[in-house]
């Protein structure tokens, strides 16, 4: 039989635990499915310092057992489960979790998140936490002073690469191509920046050190008649390759950009449909922290509340 609920939220990150405490706080009953990864990307890392409220920093995995925990105290159903599929064009909206319940819901909050895109190489996987990172905002701060590699050569590697700069003592940009994809501006800034060192047509290949990264092996012209292989000794290897947003169900459902973020009116979590929200890095291809996650997560519960109190549901 299917369950009808006022508020469902889809994922369990920081947005999704935020919205579910708002939600919760509000009156809404909400029921939050996890999906495959409980609390979401912060349980893959060690400390998180810029999250507000804890000054000496906190692990990933005990930030969101918190905010699990605050949203459990205001009575949000917090369930294991995948929403497998969805059908926004009928009222209530419906979402079926593990191919089977169909959960009926008068407002639908996602927070299904989004994954950094890795070159797909075995060492990225050994060195995951010791030195691999694909978030310079969280991860900079710990390379103060020593030397970095960033992958990828549009506009957000060029952005990471800057970032870096300023915290690092030099940055190496690994480009595959012979030129930069990132807008003219971009490229002037990096090619301006004393600091980083682009690295054209050049394949990282592996990692190497003993207790962490301590450098990469490099393949110029890789496959050419003219390939090279050479290392460079880094700290810190930062992929900035893109991001896959968790959003393969919603296709046809919602306006999504062309690399499958979730469009929302500027400022707002409000979706194409009526009643249907997103949060978090679903909808955001620019910030990608924790705190903005658990604020549009705040702002979404709070649009779901506005939309049932004025549809009287
Ligand atoms: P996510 O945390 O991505 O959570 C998505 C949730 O959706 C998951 O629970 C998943 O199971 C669920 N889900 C997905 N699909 C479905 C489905 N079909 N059905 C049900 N559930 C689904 N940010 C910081 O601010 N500071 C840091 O120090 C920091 N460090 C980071 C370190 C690492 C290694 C990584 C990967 C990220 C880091 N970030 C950091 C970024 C931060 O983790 C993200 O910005 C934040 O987690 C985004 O929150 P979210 O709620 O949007 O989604």
């Given at each position: 039989m299917n369950e009808k609920v006022r508020c469902l939220i889809i994922g369990s990150g920081p947005a999704g635990y935020t919205a579910a405490i708002y939600a919760s706080r509000a009156n809404l009953a909400p029921i939050l499915y996890e999906g495959i990864q409980p609390g979401g990307q912060l349980t893959t890392t060690t400390e998180v310092e810029n999250f507000p409220g804890y000054p000496e920093g906190i692990t990933g995995p005990e930030l969101m057992e918190d905010l699990k925990k605050q949203a459990t105290r205001f009575g949000a159903d917090i369930r294991n489960g995948i929403a497998t599929s969805v059908d926004f064009n009928c009222y209530p909206k419906k979402v079926t979790i593990d191919g089977e319940k169909v959960i009926e819901a008068d407002t639908v909050i996602i927070s299904t998140g989004a994954s950094a895109k890795y070159l797909g190489l075995p060492d990225e996987a050994k060195y995951a936490g010791m030195g691999?990172?694909?978030?310079a905002t969280c991860?900079?701060?710990?390379?103060?002073?020593k030397v970095v590699a960033v992958v990828g050569g549009g506009d957000t590697a060029c952005e990471e690469a800057i970032y870096l700069a300023g915290l690092a003592s030099k940055v190496f940009l690994i480009v595959r191509k012979s030129f930069l994809r990132a807008s003219k501006v971009m490229q002037d800034r990096v090619m301006a920046n004393e600091k980083i060192e682009v690295l054209f047509e050049c394949n990282a290949v592996g990692l190497f050190g003993e207790n962490g990264v301590e450098g990469v092996h490099v393949v110029r012209h890789m496959g050419e008649a003219n390939e090279e292989k050479f290392d460079i000794a880094v700290d810190g290897f930062f992929l900035a390759i893109g991001h896959t947003p968790n959003t393969e169900i919603f296709k046809g459902q919602l306006n999504l950009d062309s690399v499958g973020y979730i469009i929302t009116e500027p400022g707002r979590p409000?979706?194409?449909?009526?009643?249907v929200f997103a949060a978090g890095d679903v909808a955001d291809s620019i910030y990608r922290q924790a705190i903005t996650a658990a604020g549009t997560g705040c702002q979404a519960a709070i649009e779901a509340e506005r939309y049932l109190s004025e549809k009287g549901l």
């Open positions: 691999v990172s694909a978030c991860d900079g701060f710990f390379y103060r002073k409000t979706t194409c449909v009526e009643g």
